[in-house]
C-alpha cells in the first residue's frame, strides 16, 4: 500500500443482525496500492496446448499400458504433469 486516506464513519442499524449487534460502526477508507509489473510468461496458444495435453492426460492415463521400467505408472504420470505445469 502506497497511501490510505480515511474517508468517513458510517452508523449501521440492523435489528435483524444474525449476531446479536443491532448498532455499529464501520470505517471506510481509501487504500492506493503499487501492483508488481506484469511478465507474461507464456503465449496464449501454449496455455491452450498444455491445457488440452493434461486434460487428455487426466482423462486417458489409466488407458494406456507401457512398460516404464523402473518407474511406476504414478510416477511417471506424477512427471508428466510436472513437465506440462512447468
Same mark, same amino acid.
Given at each position: 500500500?502506497?497511501?490510505?486516506?480515511?474517508?468517513?464513519?458510517?452508523?449501521?442499524?440492523?435489528?435483524?443482525?444474525?449476531?446479536?449487534?443491532?448498532?455499529? $460502526?464501520?470505517?471506510?477508507?481509501?487504500?492506493?496500492?503499487?501492483?508488481? #509489473?506484469?511478465?507474461? /510468461?507464456?503465449? =496464449?496458444?501454449?496455455? &491452450?496446448?498444455?491445457?488440452?495435453?493434461? $486434460?487428455?492426460?487426466?482423462?486417458?492415463?489409466?488407458?494406456?499400458?507401457? #512398460?516404464?521400467?523402473? /518407474?511406476?505408472? =504414478?510416477?511417471?504420470? &506424477?512427471?508428466?504433469?510436472?513437465?506440462?505445469?512447468?
Amino acid at each position: 500500500m502506497t497511501e490510505s486516506e480515511y474517508l468517513a464513519c458510517q452508523h449501521v442499524h440492523d435489528p435483524d443482525n444474525p449476531r446479536g449487534r443491532t448498532s455499529y $460502526f464501520q470505517s471506510r477508507w481509501l487504500a492506493r496500492v503499487k501492483l508488481d #509489473d506484469w511478465e507474461q /510468461r507464456l503465449e =496464449t496458444t501454449e496455455v &491452450e496446448a498444455r491445457s488440452i495435453l493434461v $486434460f487428455s492426460l487426466v482423462i486417458g492415463h489409466h488407458f494406456t499400458a507401457a #512398460d516404464h521400467g523402473a /518407474r511406476s505408472h =504414478t510416477d511417471v504420470l &506424477e512427471l508428466a504433469v510436472k513437465r506440462l505445469l512447468a
